[in-house]
């Protein structure tokens, strides 16, 4: 599976940002779209197929699904927008006007990204969603949702760096989703708060924000987890600040149902993600300690583009691949173009690298 957008300029994606909602042109059906574009489609078993455009086919070699397509020759997979992009040979921009004039869909909102997503989760609103108080009694939690809104602030080091890349709307759009914070002078928060909003614990790491030194966007310092020294200081007991048993981003899976989960390590990769592409759920594990099934519950029965740093491909391969019957796992294929770039690295720096060439051509 490939994310439809890695190969457009990015100045064209911003356009896009600002004028669609590419969320619902992917979710256009795909065989109205191919057919539109002249390739004819035939029903074979569940699906329909057709001669691929991209080699020379002569058996229809590609699988048309509801929003998809996949060549089996050509090993490529198409959402909609990827499709009328590389069948037309035009711009990511170009494709999205394209579905937009045939379709009429797509356009929704007009001003800006963060608009995509109408209903915006920010942390401060998924309060008034809180379950009833017979539910959250049930643990004597140390942090609260209430805590983790007035810290949210892109005042914290890891903001900072972000606002080298991305516009002050879309950071504060996201801090407010993931509820990131600040403490001290400019210490990170990531909260980790499962479905039912309780904070589970909340992790704490410093940024290099120099975007000149070699560790921008880096940790400088240990990361620690703030829950423990609630605990070492006696500020609650250890039973009230529990272990992270769940993903970072885990209250936002339930929150879009239909939207596909992308599954990273760091909560920076998931934080990241998210700004780069907006229109999926990121979603961060942690370590491969988490990948046990009970953990993977909250993504039954969705789609899961997995894309571990690059040195811990084969190992969540080899874990993930034992539990498909709870989510459709996906290895993402833009793990070599990161693998390339070291064995150590992962999509967030994929990311920054590239927001980082895209800004000295400005
Ligand atoms: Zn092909």
Redesign the pocket.
Do not use: I, L
């Given at each position: 599976m490939e994310l439809g957008t890695k190969r457009s300029g990015l100045t064209d994606r911003r356009e896009v940002m600002r004028n669609y909602n590419t969320h619902q042109l992917n979710s256009l059906a795909m065989c109205e779209v191919v057919e539109k574009l002249g390739h004819e489609t035939k029903k074979s078993g569940a699906y329909h197929v057709m001669l691929?455009?991209?080699?020379d086919?002569h058996h229809p070699?590609?699988v048309v699904k509801e929003h998809y397509a996949r060549?089996?020759?050509?090993?490529?997979g198409f959402n909609v927008i990827d499709f009328v992009k590389e069948d037309k040979n035009i711009t990511f921009l170009e494709a999205c006007e394209w579905l937009y004039s045939e379709f009429g869909v797509g356009r929704e909102y007009t001003s800006d990204t963060v608009r995509v997503r109408k209903s915006t989760p920010a942390i401060t609103r998924l309060h008034a969603r809180k379950p009833s108080p017979v539910q959250t009694m049930r643990h004597d939690w140390a942090f609260t949702l209430e805590y983790v809104a007035e810290h949210v602030s892109m005042q914290d080091s890891f903001c900072k760096c972000l606002a080298s890349f991305f516009d002050k709307e879309k950071i504060r759009y996201v801090a407010e989703m993931y509820g990131i914070g600040c403490l001290g002078l400019d210490d990170t928060m990531f909260p980790v708060i499962d479905s039912a909003l309780n904070v589970h614990n909340i992790k704490i790491q410093h940024y290099d924000t120099d975007p000149h030194s070699a560790g921008f966007f880096h940790k400088d310092r240990n990361a620690w987890w703030y829950g423990k020294k609630y605990i070492e200081t006696h500020q609650c007991s250890a039973s009230a600040c529990c272990d992270v048993q769940c993903f970072f981003g885990e209250h936002l899976i339930s929150y879009y149902p239909s939207s596909i989960i992308i599954l990273v390590e760091s909560p920076k990769n998931a934080i990241l993600g998210t700004c780069a592409w907006p229109e999926y759920v990121w979603v961060a594990a942690g370590n491969k300690n988490m990948l046990t099934r009970q953990r993977m519950e909250c993504l039954r029965g969705r789609k899961v583009i997995v894309m571990p740093d690059a040195d811990a491909e084969e190992e969540w391969r080899t874990i993930l691949d034992g539990m498909q019957d709870i989510a459709t796992f996906i290895f993402s294929d833009m793990i070599p173009s990161f693998r390339a770039m070291g064995n150590k690295c992962d999509i967030g720096d994929w990311i920054v690298r590239k927001m980082a060439t895209y800004i000295k051509k400005c």
């Open positions: 691929c455009p991209f080699h086919d070699s590609m060549c089996y020759v050509c090993n490529r």
